[in-house]
């Protein structure tokens, strides 16, 4: 039996029956470098999956993108038949060119065609959650997001997803999108030094919708990522368990989804679930939020 407090607690999706622990797990790193190809070591890839579920994680982030297709075939050979509760959130919104790039893929015929690949690489009948990913690569753009989201829902009236969520959307877009279908989760860029979306969490808290923000380590300057080790040394934690910890203790409708390719970079994460921050790290670490430099850290 999981303890709760060891994955942060529990968050149940509005409108559904689905209740994940907050601490998750993003797939994203289990492909090669550049999130191209396959992983230079597969079993690790599947023995970080398969310890993940033996923590107790029911969340895990994927897309078909990823590789691509390879991040779902690793899920797929890792964890099918699938654990009772677990549930597999995808992404539809983007492709890759056969340069490594990443292309946005909106139309019907892309959405289509990235659903029926999503379900065919991890071999289920119906996804439980799909993100419509829009915007930029990193931030969200203002624009109609009606005609690929009009998509999604009759797909999923159609039976091939039960939920839909959102990914790199503005407030404005939010509301466009619950005129249309129901709305369980919004995926945004947001981290304690990237905090453009605090208003927006917390307007997400008052209508039960899920926050998941992603590059928990991402976009912090030299400054602030001198502060955040400061901190992290005090508490003896790493850097990543205090960036971690600190979204848990930011708002209860936060889902986090860390990704990494490593069974012992796994346990640290998840460890952060446990990690209490005194009042004064909380302090130091708001404070972080001033300015944001160009150069960055890249997420676990």
Request: proline fraction near 6%.
């Amino acid at each position: 039996m999981v303890n709760e407090t060891q994955l942060g607690g529990t968050f149940a999706l509005p409108g559904t029956a689905i209740s994940l622990y907050r601490m998750g797990y993003g797939a994203m790193q289990l492909a090669g470098p550049e999130v191209w190809g396959p992983p230079r070591d597969v079993d690790a890839a599947l023995a970080v999956l398969q310890e993940a579920i033996a923590a107790g994680v029911n969340h895990i982030d994927t897309s078909d993108y990823y590789g691509p297709h390879v991040t779902n075939q690793i899920i797929k050979k890792a964890l099918h038949p699938y654990p009772a509760g677990l549930v597999v959130v995808t992404k539809l919104g983007a492709r890759r060119g056969d340069d490594k790039s990443w292309i946005p893929a909106l139309s019907r015929q892309e959405l289509t065609d990235g659903v029926h690949d999503n379900l065919r690489n991890l071999a289920v009948d119906c996804l439980d959650v799909v993100n419509l990913r829009v915007g930029g690569f990193l931030e969200p753009s203002e624009g109609s997001i009606e005609e690929p989201l009009t998509v999604l829902a009759e797909m999923k009236r159609q039976g091939l997803l039960r939920q839909i969520g959102l990914s790199n959307v503005t407030p404005r877009q939010l509301e466009q999108a619950q005129r249309i279908t129901e709305i369980v989760c919004v995926q945004n860029f947001y981290n304690v030094a990237r905090r453009r979306d605090d208003a927006f969490i917390d307007a997400l808290a008052q209508l039960g919708i899920a926050y998941v923000p992603f590059f928990p380590l991402g976009g912090f300057s030299p400054l602030q990522s001198s502060t955040l080790d400061r901190v992290a040394a005090s508490l003896k934690a790493t850097p990543m368990q205090v960036a971690l910890a600190w979204l848990l203790q930011r708002s209860s409708n936060i889902l986090l989804i860390p990704g990494t390719s490593s069974t012992s970079h796994l346990r640290e994460n998840l460890a952060a679930a446990t990690l209490a921050l005194p009042p004064g790290a909380i302090a130091e670490l708001n404070a972080m939020a001033g300015s944001v430099g160009a150069a960055g850290r890249s997420a676990h």
